[in-house]
């Protein structure tokens, strides 16, 4: 983006998957219709460094990755608007490890996760009762106890746990990053179930509405491991709205509402550059001659059978650096052309 005179805009997300620490309080604030006032301030999500270099490999100063311009642009957009952004594109293309790669980047702590089915529901989401186990809890409780000791009856708060959009709608100072991942299998009804909750940044919980009389501040669990949070009156109301990446295949069409509440995003084939950065990243010093003359026979191999994911060019790559095969032989090896036959299948197949 640029304004007049050429010079370029400086955004808060740059795309280049290096760590900015302190980045995120450049962020404007929201527009009025996006702000929300949740509070007391829940504590900042600890680091998973480990979560985020599984999924994108290490930080590599002398190669980083580098998004297009239009990329950072949108994405920037719906930071700012503090709006979902939905990615689509094909398979491999990156879309889930996208909200790893701005978590990383703003230094925004853990990514919260929620794996999209058919059979998913919002309150899954939103969270979880158990209310069996409640009742089985009550249960033991009375057997054990005494006619001289009434046995205290286990709080609701005990079998309530949030969710992954749950956790992220607590009031963080800083917006958390929520990942819903492939939106586009869920049940027909999810996305317009969603939109209350994108709209309005906050959810009841009726078990503990009930309670609110005489027990208006509980402590639960959230979807951080090990963490609770505190909830009020059976409300929990963001503060800083979670920067949500929601991504899709194309398997299906969204309802117009649930778009239109949303900035689209899609994701190109990676270039060459993309790819060996990729490989840097998750292989480092790996990137020699021959290395770089397999990347290109992947990006032919992709070309020729209609894409291929990034993460089956790893495979490969591993299997070179590894040691299972000799590096300097692998052009002329007819067992490794094999496998490369299997490993590059197409994912049509």
């Not at 504590?43 to 190669?63: I, T, Y």
């Not at 978590?103 to 059979?119: K, N, Y």
């Not at 079998?159 to 939106?183: C, I, N």
Request: hydrophobic fraction near 40%; aromatic fraction near 6%; include cysteine.
């Amino acid at each position: 983006m640029t304004v007049d005179g050429g010079q370029r805009t400086k955004w808060v997300y740059e795309g280049t998957g290096t760590p900015r620490p302190g980045s995120v309080r450049e962020l404007p604030a929201p527009p009025p219709w996006r702000r929300f006032d949740g509070g007391p301030l829940v504590e900042p999500p600890q680091e998973d460094a480990g979560e985020a270099e599984r999924r994108l490999g290490a930080v590599r100063e002398q190669l980083p990755f580098s998004s297009s311009d239009e990329q950072v642009a949108v994405i920037n957009a719906a930071l700012y608007l503090r709006r979902p952004l939905l990615v689509t594109g094909r398979p491999g293309t990156g879309k889930s490890s996208l909200a790893y790669r701005i978590a990383r980047e703003l230094c925004l702590g853990r990514v919260l996760r929620w794996p999209i089915t058919s059979r998913t529901t919002l309150k899954q989401g939103l969270y979880e009762y158990d209310a069996i186990g409640r009742v089985q809890a009550a249960a033991a409780r009375q057997a054990v106890g005494s006619s001289h000791q009434q046995p205290v009856e286990p709080g609701v708060e005990d079998f309530l746990s949030l969710g992954p959009l749950g956790t992220a709608l607590l009031p963080y100072e800083h917006p958390r990053v929520l990942l819903v991942d492939e939106m586009d299998k869920s049940d027909i009804d999810l996305p317009n179930d969603l939109l209350n909750v994108f709209e309005d940044g906050e959810f009841t919980i009726p078990e503990l509405l009930r309670v609110r009389h005489t027990n208006a501040v509980v402590t639960v669990r959230t979807d951080d491991p090990h963490r609770e949070a505190v909830v009020t009156n059976g409300v929990v109301r963001t503060r800083a709205f979670p920067i949500v990446v929601i991504t899709s295949n194309g398997e299906r069409n969204f309802p117009a509402p649930f778009l239109r509440r949303c900035l689209r995003l899609t994701l190109e084939e990676p270039t060459a550059e993309e790819l060996a950065a990729m490989v840097e990243a998750h292989f480092p010093g790996a990137m020699r001659g021959q290395l770089r003359e397999l990347i290109h026979n992947f990006r032919a191999r992709s070309d020729q059978q209609g894409g291929l994911a990034a993460d089956q060019l790893l495979n490969a790559v591993h299997l070179v650096t590894s040691g299972t095969w000799d590096a300097t032989h692998v052009d002329q090896d007819e067992t490794w052309q094999l496998l490369l036959d299997t490993l590059w299948r197409n994912l049509s197949d």
